[in-house]
């Protein structure tokens, strides 16, 4: 039994015995999902297309098809950039001249804005979250704007997936959401980092499915 998005077999051999199943979800109520797309704003996407390793435009086009997906089968969609304020914590921990490049670069308003790229229709939902997690109390109200909708089952995409979404895959966990980690819609840091963040969260916080599967559970 091989997993789509190419987490290591002896991961995936373990987690299917001990649930007995591939995947952790093998329903999910349409109407009841949002597509969570973390940090895909102007100045990030650009950096992306600057790596030329990656397959950028690619990732893009799945996410926006997804989210029409998501959009016609009565869920939501969300994105969420992240606060032209870096926290003391991300200071001491990256830095002051990062922090002072980021808040820079936040000015110009790029930081803070979805990447044309992306296809946003106007019953979207828009957040602004401080710090890593979109879900951790108090750094944004993501959950709160969730809960009035009746959201159960959340489906992340966006970057970086070993910093930002898994925060978030694993804050919403907690919270009790039913969560999905989007392989093919997710952008990691080299060094295996990607993969790493996608077979933790498969093997404790959530389910992983590319999103031709996302499409067909929907």
Known sequence: MKHPSGINQAIVDKVAARRGRLHAFESINSTKTALVVIDLDIRTV??????????????????NVLAETVRGRGGMVVWVVTSTKPSDNFRALLGEKTAQAYEVESASGEAMKVSPELVVQGRDMHIIKQDYSAFFPGKSDLHEQLQKHDIDTVLIAGTVTNVCCESAARDAYELGYKVIMVSDTLRGHSHGLHEAALATIFRNFGDVRPSEEVISLL
Do not use: G, K, Q
């Open 46 to 63: 650009s950096r992306m297309y600057d790596d030329v390793a990656t397959d950028t435009s690619n990732t893009l086009e799945r996410i």
